[in-house]
Each structure stands twice: as C-alpha cells, then as structure tokens.
C-alpha cells in the first residue's frame, strides 16, 4: 500500500476531529491503527491531530515501527500511556477521542488516571470501522488476491479427502497448501467437519475420520498483505440422498437469493431478509441461526453485519460474505458461502469456486 | 479433563466469594471461562454464585455448549447480557464481581446500564488468572504433550531447511507437522526470521529466501488439548564467524542462569536478573530488549512475567518459559526458549530439544 494512502486516511480522521468536537483521536484498537498508520505490532497507541500523527510502542518493535510505521514512531522505554499523556499534555489536548468497545475497563481507568483535570476522554464508537468499510481499489485488490489464493488452497487440499482422513489433517492440508500460494496464515481457524458435527457452525476440527455417507463442511480463509477472505463449501462422501440434495438446494437458493439483493443502497436486513425467506419457503429457516454475512477486510469479521436487525445500508466497495447455512441436530449442517463485492448495481462474486455439492 | 476437575475449580471460586465481598462473579475472558466450565465458544458468559454455575451462549453454540459445557447453559435469543441480568435479578445479587482488565468500556456500560441499581459490579482483577498460574498434573500433562508435538515438529521441519528456502514455506512447514502430529494448531504466529531480520523479536515470517551465513531464529509452540508450549532455537547455515558463536555462547549461558534460577519461592525478577547479569558481563544487557520469561497454559502469555519489576514469586506447579534474547540492528538476533515446570527444589525443563546451535 503506498504511504500517501496512509496519509489519505490519517487526513480524512484529522479533518473530522471538529465535527466530532475533538482535538485528537486515540486509535488503540490494532486493525484501526495498521489501518491509518501500517504498523502491525501488538503493542502500539496512535495519537491523531489536526498537525501531527504519533505511534507509541515498545523497544522490541523499535526495528519494525522503522520499516512499517508511515508516521512519526516514539520507542517508550515504560508503559506506552505515560509518553502518551506526556504528549496530550504537551500539546494541550483538551478533547481526545478513544475507542470504548475496544479498551478494557482497566486501560481506560488507568489513563483517565494520568491524565490531566482539564482533558475529557471521549468515547468515539465505530468511527474507524466505518470508514474501513468502503474498501480502496488497492484494498479490493489484496482481498482479491486472498480469496483466489483461498480458493486455490481449497482446491488443492480437497484433491486429497477420501474416507478415512482425519478432519484435522485436512485442516492443516488447507492451511498448509494456503501458505505455500502464499498467504500469511488462515483469516481464522478453519473449520471442517464431517458427518453430524457439520451442524455445529463453528466446529474445530477434530481427530474423527471421514465416513462415506457424510456430508463434510469446510469453512476457510486466507489472510494475504493483511486481507482476508472466507468461503465456505460442503462435500459429500458416496451418493446424497434425498434429504442432503434438497437441504442442499435450498441452502444454494437462499444463497444466491442473498446475493441478488446485494447492492449499493439496499439495506443490510433486506438481504438477510431475502436469503432467510427462501429458507422459510423450505421449513427451513427456524435452522439458520446465525446472521446472512459480515463485512471483511483487515479483520475476518467487520461491519457491515447483515442480520435480521442491522440497520445499515450496503456502500459501492464494501467487501461482504453472503453465507446462509441450517443446521440440524442429528443430521448435520449445510452452508454456503461467497465474498463479494458491493457495486452500484448489484456486486461481484470475487469468490471463484463452484457452488456445487462436492460429490467425492 | 475430567469433570469433577472443573467443579472443584468452581468451587475454589465459589468458596472465595465471601472473602471478596461477592455475591457472584462474572467471568466474560475466554480462557477463565474455559478453565470454570470447559466451554470453547467465543461469545460466552458464566456467572457464578454459591449455588449456581450459569453459562449464557448463543444458538450458534446450542450443540458446542451441550458437549462441552461442565455446567448448566443456557441459549440467549438475543445480547447474552438480558439473560444473565434477569438470573443477578431473580437470583438477588447485590455484589458481582466482574474482569476489567478483560472487558471494553462499552460492555461495561451497557452491562451497568442494565443491572437494578440496588446491585454493585465489582471490579475483580487476576483472581482467576492467579488460581490458573499453577497446573493441575492433568495440565502438565497436556503441557508436556504440547511441548512434545512442538518439538517433534520442529525436528522434522527443520530437516527441510537449505539457502533458498523461505521464511514463510519453512513457518508453513513446522505448522503443518505440528497439526499432523495431533496438536490443534500453533499456540502462536510462529516466527521464522533469517539474516538481520532475526533482529525482530516478534518478525512474522516473508518471501525471503535464506542464505549462506545467515543466523535463523524459529520461535514456535503447538496448541494441543486447549494447552500452549513454546520453544525459540537458532540455526545457522553454513560456518558460523567468531561473533555469532560469542554471541550465541553468552545467550546460552544467560538461559542456563535464568533456568538455574528457577525454583518455588524464588522472585520471578531474581531470574530476570539472573539471566540478564550474564548477558552484562558480555557488554549484551541493552540489546536484551524484553523480559526473561512468561507463563503459559491455556495462553500463550499468562502470568507470571518474569521481567525486571516483576513482584511475583514462583510457586511449584507453574509452566513457564526462560527466554533471554539479544537483537543487534544490522546483524540479528538470538534467542533461547524453553518451556519448563517449576517444582519446590528448581525446575524440570520440559523442552526435550537440543539447545546447540543448529549449523546446516
């Protein structure tokens, strides 16, 4: 990413601190900071003002805050918020913003500790997210790289399942073949799980060997230049029966009803509301139990979220997950999963991989 | 882990409730969660009284929670904290403890916003963290197969290295061993850094090929049955020069004196201090740049620290690690890490793999 995007954003926080009646923003929460500043270590506060931008770490990032950092780094020797409060004082912050749903109750008392009578802390919600959301063109670009390179990954490893391997071992199969093409690491733990455990949304994988007659799901994505992406894709072991084949197609249905109500200006809840209608239509839909999609980028999950509830409107350039799934106790789990890309009339499925029930 | 173990954890707190002033306590931070009840979902509370565990999850957990939970859980249809302030209501709990350190400002509020104001949220720091620094024997032995399986992989992924090779293929490689020996995943992003980029402390391995004559550190650790190892050795291709081998030997000997300084009863800081004397009788005290050691267990970092100030005093029972570490700008860096168990008389390193310098 070149440093004037950096730049860019750390432009458009500044020129929003009077608006937000702010003399300087405190991002602390680490997708936000590598956000407006590039840095990526786990240690770091970023002080924003209308002149100046400085990141605070510790001495093991000295060498990194050099190479990564695209504003001013300060090494503090002791805990980060004493050099911070030095410069708040130093610059005769009055109104500084901070990250409530990102700091512990503990940070925060401990700077409202230190700093002085005259400085409000001001709790500033979601602000960063929300400029994240509408991703650049050089942002749509990594996450492109992510999900091709997520999908080769899945590929590849999926060459390779057979009765008798274990679910873990096709885990680490993807992840492994992820980070040859690669792709830092997953963008989360991959999930796969074959049989009665597919209706477990958030199974880890685990030592069980693969049956024919199961169903397997398998819930993947990469992280690349710090972008992720996720796809989720099921598989069958031997011939689906009747109730695989129809759960299947109307999983598929709701999927690809999601997507067609994708676009700029639609709202959230209608695309929930349009995937989880064809479920209804099925006697399906008291089996979806999670949310349709989520919003992803620098992090796996990031707004929008697009549930029954939600609020917002869909935005040009939001990279989003369309993934409708049921589960049933006993019988297993179906889901089926795309990152796209929200355009003006509607979006593009960045996802490569064929939707079809995988029959092995 | 049986589950008489995780009620009489339970118990442990619920005894102690009195003598902090409790009626109950919340715990929201994942792995004191999973350590009172077992359960492994993401998004979870437990609540606990003198009577009464309570684990509030989502219907995404319905199945996991069923499994996994020790105790009694109950599936909220909407924000987890309606139901559990409806049980502080019913149950008329006047004084609950919660984990600042471990919940944001936001959680806080819109929790304070909800509870009758006749019951007070008291803010409980480390008490579940303290009554995890020492392992139960099934917890070592969890350790000591995590340890294992890291050093086994690292056997076999290292076997593979030749100039050429590179930094992310090597990290993929001792990750994907790791998972087909057993363990869940990496207990961290594993760090495999050549040439002066080992100079990072914390480097995320690149495209960078290795060369002749470069030092490498590998810094990695498995996740087996929900428990964390960590191990750094260094490698060398090629025939190390007179600074390297200096430099290695007194990394060593800094190790072996902290390790020496292990026992119950012993400050944490005196192995800090043990470890970092040598390293000022090399002229090395500065470019050792972080602390001596950490806790791990269910965390990859759980106290104690044992850096300079620390105040805390070993106990027998505690996995910790001895890591001393130099980094010199422009040449690299070298470090030293073993997990060991501290017991009444020293300590049992329980890092089987040979501390040589790795010359390929």
């Known amino acids: 990413m070149a440093n004037n995007e950096f730049e860019q954003r750390r432009q458009t926080v500044t020129a929003g601190l009077a608006e937000h009646k702010l003399d300087g923003l405190l991002v602390s929460f680490g997708p936000n900071l590598r956000y407006l500043s590039g840095f990526t270590g786990s240690n770091a506060l970023l002080l924003l003002t209308a002149s100046r931008s400085i990141l605070f770490t510790d001495p093991r990032y000295t060498i990194q805050a050099g190479q990564e950092s ?4 300060h090494i503090s020797k002791g805990p980060l918020t004493v050099d911070l409060v030095a410069a708040i004082m130093r610059w005769r912050l009055r109104r500084v913003g901070y990250e409530p749903a990102m700091m512990s109750v503990d940070a925060f008392q ?8 005259k400085t409000a802390l001001v709790p500033i919600k979601g602000w960063i997210e929300e400029l994240r959301t509408v991703k650049s063109p050089s942002e749509i670009a ?10 080769q990954a899945f590929e590849q490893g999926v060459a390779r399942v057979k009765p008798g391997m274990k679910e873990q071992d096709l885990a680490a199969e993807l992840e492994y073949r992820m980070r040859r093409l690669g792709a830092e690491k997953p963008s989360f733990e991959t999930i796969v799980a074959g049989g009665e455990r597919s209706a477990l949304p958030h199974a880890q994988p685990t030592a069980a060997r693969f049956e024919n007659g199961q169903l397997i799901v398998v819930d993947m994505g990469a992280l690349r230049e710090g972008y992720c992406s996720d796809m989720t894709r099921m598989l069958f072991l031997g011939a689906p029966g009747t109730k695989v084949k129809r759960t299947y197609k109307a999983v598929l249905e709701a999927q690809l009803a999601g997507i067609d109500a994708v676009r700029a200006g639609a709202h959230s809840a209608a695309v929930d509301a349009a995937a989880r209608k064809v479920l209804r239509g099925y006697g399906l839909d008291k089996a979806f139990v999670h949310s349709t999609g989520h919003g992803l980028g620098l992090e796996i999950h990031e707004p929008p979220r697009l ?18 799934g049921v589960y049933l106790e006993g019988f297993g789990g179906i889901r089926i999963e795309d990152t796209v890309l929200v355009t003006e ?8 991989t064929s939707k079809e029930l995988r029959v092995i």
Chains 1, 2 share one sequence.
């Open 70 to 73: 695209t504003c001013q780094a």
């Open 110 to 117: 401990s700077l409202e500790a230190k700093i002085p009578a």
């Open 142 to 151: 990594r996450i492109r790289r992510s999900v091709e390179t997520n999908s």
């Open 307 to 324: 549930g029954k509830r939600d609020k917002s409107r869909l935005k040009a350039g939001m990279a989003i997950t369309i993934e409708p």
């Open 345 to 352: 009339k509607g979006c593009e499925i960045l996802t490569p």
